[in-house]
């Protein structure tokens, strides 16, 4: 056999959980029910049938190659080859990578035969050997057996399992680490040339122990056999799935990692492979074992490409049009298929040729590739030589030039080229979804702000404090990409792609994967009523802006205008998803719901709701639905069979606004006018104040029957109450810290969602204001201008303008450490009698009353056979905060004004607040003491 045929390609892979198809039984074990794990045998079954066709020699046509990389010994291969009815390899590098086996010349068997048969027809190949005594000397590896069995608490496995260069002992695996040492000891003691490679057998627990000559591993193993027979590195691929697979996977060679792979090893992998810098030589497979080095094959084109939906050049792609909505997203913008080969599909209904324009890192052209135009509007096909991370443009009829509308990244901001991503990624933890709505403790961010660097990997280190606070879900405000540098995150123009200055949409999915492994659901703000007025390249394309609706922030998407509404409702919808199954969002929530403009006779909120639950029953996934309607919208929560629009939940800014108008009277955060005290007995009472739909006015309701609050957000600071302060003040800066503290157990321990502001829970010292970072001088002026026209009741002379780059600084709110720590402590402890009360099965509206007080005093109280907890709260006025009184029976559990909930920070605010704010929680059966 001639080594190195240039028509041959080469697969080297693992056995166990690689190449041998998970048997139902193993599979069910790692998490998969019963049918999925069927289903994943039999796709990987299919997978084999076609391994053995590749493999087969045939006249006139390139073959796939074979090598066994395994830990197995030579027969125990053959035993697998037999039992899985594996192909035939031409190589086997077994024992771990000390021992290589050639198959003999002219042996072509097409189908596996029995064991015995295998390993009669393989011969162990001595340059190998040599190599491997190279290493080792004259040392004699019987006697180095038997010395190393005198080491406590090892045993030497079976007879079959030694090799001439592996030496292999069991071990308790408690104690695997401990023994490790001891032989580690013994060889630098006797200064002898060998190593360890040790694991714990997945299959019954046993701790194994191999000692090898130094640096040999399976890795040792691979990288000797291509360079031995001149095997080209384009040509091969090595396919694995566990921890004794890592150097070979992160050694330069292209890897794949199958689906059901340990999630620390594909992380690990990925991550090197990033850091590496290296593009284009890791498959991160979706199938498992068979199945996905059959995937990671056709990825690298070692096998032929399965493209059902292309044919000819232009890449005959399946129209979007036709594509079921919960998919759409797949379809948009540019979709790496292959390692190198990319498909292209934008919808520009207005033009009958479109190009793909590739351009280099100075944004020169390249190469020019012209798509394919569908009686729908789409342009679409494929492009070879186009790996992840090439940049492009669309150039129009005409010669206009623009970025993808459905790109998956901008480089270098949104007037910059378009980059396409591997959407692939190696993730660690299941999604949060599984966080019921009721159990929902929200946490409010801002990217750019929330960390001094104002990235995804600095927000990662700072998850723990959230976990340490108590809350369960962070809600990011949006990151679609923006103009300029920093920015709110609601002028989104590419939406699609994620702010290029936080990170790359990798380190993204890093942030949402890390706040999974904390148990932190995330859910993500997203923006449909209008497009960000800077970047805004979706007019030359045609079809996608309404003519009939228009906003104040930016062209209104055009939801109900034919011929073209139809595509752009479907394109938002698929946008939605793509965060949700690209990057494992786990809820969205929908900004200013009541500002998209829709006359068709189902509005696009509905539709999104009913994609977005189809979607979820086709993944197994619960994502959370979330409007801000900033008042209360009956129809919201309603199923859609019953003609609402089947969220999950709503924002009601009437608890905070009511609150404020108690702590400030006469001044207003917002358009609507709240009167001080009742209102927010009516919202304590009804749930809510001000009332309207999609469609109906917004109006002011009588105080009438309580709705379900669990559908409720509340809040008593977000980032639209402190941004739209001209100083951008918090609310311990305005009413102060006794206030909020106050302020905080109503809203922590309502039966409501609550939801918090970044720093509000250290009463963080720093604004939070409202910033643009754009280029162009006229839209920067007319932010400036917008601002004081929508808040005409503010002084906004003192404050930074929103074009300052100050705004954004002075926004960031800086460590735990620089704000309040018993402000803090108060926050933790209010989230963890709140999650007390639910154990006790004492919360929720089912057992909640508002309980009558004197005036600026409000109360509620939750109640069963064994439990019951009082909130008495006093946030301001004539009644003094030392005449709330302790219930009968009850004994206090929290007290705002007790000495481990104040700090010299009180002092620090500039101003000073007599002692009327007041919480005083008393409960009976949670906790004793007494008043």
């Not at 920067?780 to 002379?797: L, N």
């Amino acid at each position: 056999m001639e080594p190195n045929q240039p028509k041959h390609s080469y697969l080297a892979t693992d056995l166990d959980g690689t190449l041998i198809p998970l048997q139902v039984r193993e599979a069910v074990r790692g998490g998969l029910s019963v049918e999925e794990a069927e289903c994943r045998l039999e796709a990987s079954t299919e997978a084999l049938r076609r391994f053995h066709q590749a493999t087969r020699p045939t006249p006139g046509r390139s073959r796939l190659r074979m090598a066994f990389l395994t830990g197995r010994h030579l027969e125990s291969v053959g035993d697998a080859i037999g039992q899985f009815d594996l192909p035939l390899p031409e190589w086997i590098l077994c024992d771990v990578g000390s021992s290589i086996y050639h198959r003999h010349t002219g042996d072509t068997a097409d189908r596996s035969p029995a064991g015995d048969v295998v390993t009669d027809g393989f011969e162990r190949l001595q340059a190998y050997d040599d190599e491997l005594s190279r290493i080792t000397g004259d040392i004699d590896a019987d006697d180095l057996r038997r010395r190393l069995q005198s080491i406590d608490g090892i045993r030497l496995q079976e007879p079959e399992k030694q090799a001439r260069f592996k030496l292999s002992f069991y071990a308790d695996q408690h104690e695997l680490e401990q023994r490790v040492a001891a032989i580690r000891e013994f060889l630098d003691q006797q200064d002898l040339p060998f190593g360890i490679v040790h694991s714990v057998d997945p299959f019954n627990g046993d701790g194994l122990i191999d000692v090898m000559p130094r640096g040999v591993t399976k890795a040792h193993a691979l990288h000797w056999w291509i360079q031995h027979f001149g095997i080209d590195s384009d040509q091969i691929a090595f396919a694995g799935d566990s921890g004794n697979d890592l150097a070979a996977l992160i050694s330069g060679i292209p890897a794949v990692v199958v689906g059901n792979a340990d999630r620390t090893l594909a992380s690990r992998v990925s991550r090197h492979h990033r850091e590496s810098g290296w593009r284009g030589r890791l498959f991160l497979a979706d199938d498992h074992s068979t199945a996905g080095v059959w995937q990671g094959c056709q990825w690298f084109g070692l096998v032929q490409r399965d493209t059902p939906d292309t044919a000819g050049d232009s890449g005959a792609t399946m129209c979007p049009s036709a594509v079921e909505i919960e998919r759409l997203h797949d379809h948009l913008g540019a979709t790496l298929i292959h390692r190198d080969t990319t498909r292209f599909v934008v919808f520009a209904p207005s033009h009958q040729d479109v190009e793909v324009l590739l351009v280099d890192q100075a944004d020169q052209p390249v190469s020019a590739h012209r798509l394919r135009r569908t009686d729908a509007g789409y342009h679409l096909g494929l492009v070879n030589e186009c790996p992840a991370g090439t940049r492009y443009r669309y150039r129009l009829s005409g010669d206009t030039v623009v970025p993808d509308p459905a790109s998956r990244f901008q480089p270098d901001g949104v007037h910059g080229p378009s980059q396409v991503v591997d959407r692939r990624h190696a993730w660690s933890h299941r999604c949060a979804d599984s966080i019921g709505r009721d159990d929902l403790i929200i946490y409010e961010l801002h990217l750019g702000t929330f960390t001094d660097a104002g990235t995804y990997r600095a927000a990662i280190d700072r998850l723990d404090e959230l976990v340490d606070l108590g809350v369960n879900a962070i809600e990011i405000m949006p990151v679609a990409a923006c103009g300029g540098r920093w920015n709110w995150g609601y002028d989104g123009v590419d939406w699609f792609a994620p702010m290029a200055d936080y990170g790359t949409p990798d380190q993204f999915r890093d942030f949402v994967d890390a706040a999974h492994g904390k148990g932190l659901a995330v859910i993500l703000d997203v923006v449909y009523n209008h497009f960000g007025p800077e970047g805004n390249y979706l007019h030359p394309l045609g079809g996608y802006i309404s003519a009939k609706h228009h906003t104040v922030w930016g062209d209104a998407p055009n939801f109900d205008q034919p011929p073209t509404d139809r595509e752009v409702r479907r394109f938002a919808i698929a946008n939605a998803i793509h965060w949700l199954d690209e990057y494992r969002i786990d809820g969205l929530r929908v900004d200013a719901i009541h500002c998209i403009a829709d006359d068709s006779e189902t509005h696009w909120v509905a539709e999104l709701s009913e994609a977005v639950r189809k979607w979820g029953d086709s993944t197994c996934r619960k994502p959370l639905l979330i409007a801000e309607s900033n008042i209360y919208d009956p129809q919201m929560l309603v199923p859609r069979s019953q003609g609402g629009m089947n969220f999950d939940a709503q924002w009601c800014d009437d608890f905070l606004h009511s609150v404020f108008a108690v702590l400030r009277p006469g001044e207003q955060l917002s358009q609507r006018t709240y009167h001080a005290e009742s209102d927010l007995r009516q919202v304590m009472s009804q749930g809510y104040v001000f009332e309207g739909t999609v469609r109906s006015p917004r109006q002011r309701t009588e105080p009438g029957a309580r709705v379900d609050t669990s559908g409720l957000v509340y809040s008593i600071q977000n980032h639209d109450f402190i941004g739209n302060h001209p100083l951008g003040q918090r609310l311990h800066t305005i009413a102060g810290m006794p206030a909020q503290r106050a302020a905080a157990a109503l809203l922590i321990l309502s039966p409501a969602i609550p939801m918090l502001f970044m720093g509000e829970e250290f009463a963080c010292p720093h604004p939070f204001s409202f910033f643009v970072d754009f280029g162009d001088d006229h839209l920067r002026q007319s932010v400036v201008e917008g601002r004081r026209r929508e808040y005409p009741q503010h002084d906004w002379s003192a404050g930074h303008l929103p074009t300052d780059p100050a705004a954004m600084e002075s926004s960031k709110i800086g460590p735990k450490s620089a704000g309040s720590e018993s402000m803090w402590r108060w926050y933790r402890d209010l989230i963890a009698l709140r999650k007390q009360l639910q154990q006790a099965d004492c919360f929720g509206d089912q057992s909640y009353e508002v309980v009558a007080g004197p005036k600026n005093v409000f109360a509620m109280r939750y109640s069963n056979d064994k439990v019951a907890a009082t909130i008495q709260v006093c946030l301001a006025g004539e009644v003094s905060a030392a005449d709330l009184q302790c219930p009968g029976g009850e004994s206090t559990v929290m007290d705002s004004m007790a000495d481990q909930y104040r700090d010299e920070t009180e002092r620090a605010v500039g101003q000073e607040h007599p002692a009327v704010s007041r919480a005083l929680i008393t409960a009976r059966g949670l906790a004793d003491g007494e008043c």
